[in-house]
């Protein structure tokens, strides 16, 4: 099996509230001569699909709350910023060394509840993560079915951090048509032992290969395709399936 990783370039920049991002994929990658074919994944930057959704917010609009005030003391970040961080949060989970990690209302783990100001406007604005974002993939594979013809998985990925390790990686925040785990129980390794416990976050995975040509910085390249990779389809697939709390028994 051959797996492609092919960088969508040329969707234009900054893309603006109301855009049909899955218009301006599909013909971004017709112009680089690699059109969407049935069975490719899909791979969209967050920060696009918030974008059109409208979830801007200029900092010089936002009234910070006495809270948001004090933390951000703590956090050496404008007081605007935190305010649209708590905004976003269930709760808390840490605070500590110019650091806040948050419980989503999505019901993510992550820096500054998946708030950023990277790729914006030069730091006047930040971008929250899309209300829905497993309705968000599914509203751009519709799309893109309806106007190619073609059958696709879609992985709506954002950029996190992971528990005990330094740096960040890639992760799916939301998917539409393929299971987001693969359950390997039951299979035999290379000798015979049988799985017992093996599932694989097959769309993190995704989304962290996809980011090698998606980039973070500067490389304006904010979707590509995973082209070659077998994957089992889904129709109701929900990135729910893949989210624990930080009280869920990981063995039960």
Known sequence: MEVKIIPIRGIPVPVKPGDDIAKLI???????GTPLLDGDILVVSQKIVSKACGHIFRLSEVKPSEEAVKISRILEKSPELVEI???????????????????TKHGFVCANAGVDVSNVDGGLSAVTLPLDPDKEASKIRETVKKMKGVDIAVIISDTHG??????????AIGVAGMKPLRDRRGERDLFGYILKFKFIAIVDEIASA???????????????????????????????????????????
Do not use: W
Not at 26 to 32: D, I, K, S, T, W
């Open 162 to 171: 992971r528990a005990f390790r330094r740096g960040q990686v890639n992760v």
């Open 26 to 32: 599909c013909e971004a990658a017709e112009r680089q």
């Open 85 to 103: 961080i708590l905004r976003e949060t269930n709760r808390i989970v840490r605070l500590k060394n110019k650091h806040i990690i948050c419980e």
């Open 210 to 252: 996809a980011e090698l040509v998606m980039g973070q910085a500067d490389e304006g390249v904010p979707a590509a395709i995973i082209r070659g990779l077998r994957y089992e389809r889904d129709e109701s697939a929900s990135i729910k399936d893949l989210v624990m709390s930080p009280e869920e028994d990981l063995f039960r």
